[in-house]
């Protein structure tokens, strides 16, 4: 019978390259990403070619702030998990330098502003003159909603407070 042969840590001291793994695939912050929503996106979705990123620079996911090869890979990345999830946590305003002050003790509470988000048009409707679409939900919007949702739960906890004891 022989030894059970041990792995070797061959990086276990090397704190550059474990630096490198945790950064390598690190994506812009939700405040960058607002920044360049309400400044520039028109741009950022008509770049010059460039040749040293994927795709030329010509299929740009604003939202997610990532390159993609050709359109039908940018159009497949609209419909996935990880574009859906990024505009869901883009519909709320981004934490800003006032709401950490305000949350110091500098200042009132502000309830941050919920926000309604849309997929980016395709670059033949940008052409045509159209725009990303950043639109703020006002407060009457959802009051006229929950009343119906808010009778249905209501009539929920009624049945169960009326049920039965055994």
């Known amino acids: ?18 630096r ?21 996106s028109g741009e950022l979705i008509n770049q010059n070619v460039d040749l040293d990123k994927p795709g030329f620079a010509q299929f740009y996911c604003v939202h997610c702030a990532k390159y993609f090869i050709d359109d039908t890979a940018m159009q497949a990345h609209f419909r996935t998990k990880v574009h859906k999830r990024r505009l869901k946590a883009l519909e709320i305003e981004p934490y800003s330098i006032e709401e950490a002050e305000r949350a110091a003790g500098r200042g009132s509470f502000v309830k941050p502003k ?51 004891e055994g």
């Open 1 to 18: 019978m022989g030894m059970v042969t041990k792995r070797k840590k061959m990086h276990y001291g090397d704190t550059h390259l474990q």
């Open 20 to 40: 490198r793994w945790r950064v390598r695939n690190r994506r812009r912050d939700l405040d960058q990403i607002d920044d360049d929503l309400r400044t520039r």
């Open 114 to 164: 919920k926000r309604s988000m849309e997929t980016q048009p395709s670059k033949e409707d940008v052409v045509a003159g159209k725009r990303i679409r950043v639109e703020e939900v006002t407060e009457d919007t959802d009051a006229t909603d929950s009343p119906s949702t808010s009778k249905t739960k209501r009539k929920k906890a009624e049945k169960m407070e009326t049920s039965p």
